[in-house]
């Protein structure tokens, strides 16, 4: 990925997805916002009891700052699950102003709308952009664990070809900042369902102890669901930054202990 200041944002984007002049994409930062501690400063959620006038004001600057629309940011409840919600002309918009206006119990969204720029909000899950250029689709996902678990990249590859006719080979994949491998502990309730799912621990957990403790790569579970869906490794870019180990620079739910905010990932068509 790359680092990009513009004004007072500091930005993050895909080498990969930046090939594409009709495509915008981001990955917010902390900083640069109005929100006070422990929300500081570019706190983009209304569900996690920061002041609302704040949040509604932070939107509006990442949005005039990157010349996106507000009523063109649309979002979801995320729920932690693998729901996938294809989101048409009559749902743009959603949740710009306000969080109950939001897609409701949806992890991931796809569109091929133009204009429409589809944003999820994070503090560790994992974010994936999807892009199709021959058919001009867009997707993303919010993938915690139990979304990973349940598939949701796979999930939301699946959508894509069903509703969209889009072909494996033609799409590029971005898998953005969140909790990497080593910081995201997790017990063995957690490993007992990575093995379920994969048929292995091995590639996934690092570092497992005695008690039953180990280190979940969400990074690596992703990608191996995306190439079992048939996504080229090649069309894929895995950004391998940590959120936890990066607290200046990203909102971190288990570094701060979940009183935190959270960042954005997005992509739109123009």
């Known amino acids: 990925m790359i680092e990009k200041?513009?004004?007072?944002?500091?930005?993050?984007?895909?080498?990969?997805?930046?090939?594409?002049?009709?495509?915008?994409?981001?990955?917010?930062?902390?900083?640069?916002?109005?929100?006070?501690?422990?929300?500081?400063?570019?706190?983009?959620?209304?569900?996690?009891?920061?002041?609302?006038e704040k949040v509604l004001e932070n939107r509006k600057l990442l949005a005039e700052t990157l010349g996106i629309p507000l009523t063109s940011l649309t979002t979801a409840k995320q729920i932690h699950?693998?729901?996938?919600?294809?989101?048409?002309?009559e749902l743009r918009g959603r949740g710009s102003i306000d969080y109950k206006g939001a897609i409701n119990a949806t992890d991931a969204m796809v569109t091929n709308v133009p204009n429409i720029c589809l944003m999820i909000l994070l503090a560790d899950c994992v974010p994936i952009l999807f892009y199709d250029s021959s058919?001009?689709?867009?997707?993303?996902?919010?993938?915690?664990?139990?979304?990973?678990?349940?598939?949701?990249?796979?999930?939301?590859?699946?959508?894509?070809?069903?509703?969209?006719?889009?072909?494996?080979?033609?799409?590029?994949?971005?898998?953005?900042?969140?909790?990497?491998?080593?910081?995201?502990?997790v017990g063995q309730e957690i490993l007992s369902q990575v093995e379920d799912v994969f048929g292995t621990k091995q590639d996934f957990i690092r570092n497992e102890s005695e008690d039953g403790k180990g280190y979940f790569d969400l990074w690596r579970a992703n990608l191996e669901h995306l190439l079992q869906a048939g996504i080229p490794e090649n069309n894929i870019e895995v950004a391998k930054v940590c959120?936890?180990?990066?607290?200046?620079?990203?909102?971190?739910?288990?570094?701060?202990?979940?009183?935190?905010?959270?960042?954005?990932?997005s992509i739109v068509i123009w």
Not at 83 to 89: A, C, D, L, M, Y
């Open 243 to 265: 959120t936890s180990h990066h607290p200046d620079l990203f909102f971190s739910y288990r570094h701060k202990k979940g009183k935190t905010g959270r960042f954005g990932a």
């Open 135 to 185: 058919k001009r689709v867009i997707g993303i996902a919010h993938a915690g664990w139990r979304g990973t678990l349940q598939f949701v990249a796979q999930k939301t590859v699946k959508a894509l070809r069903e509703e969209f006719g889009c072909l494996p080979q033609d799409i590029v994949i971005g898998i953005g900042p969140s909790i990497g491998p080593c910081c995201y502990q």
């Open 81 to 89: 699950k693998g729901n996938i919600k294809i989101v048409s002309e």
């Open 5 to 52: 200041k513009i004004g007072s944002l500091s930005i993050w984007v895909f080498e990969n997805l930046s090939r594409y002049e009709e495509l915008g994409h981001f990955v917010s930062t902390r900083m640069g916002g109005l929100s006070s501690s422990p929300y500081d400063s570019l706190n983009l959620s209304f569900n996690v009891r920061d002041d609302p």
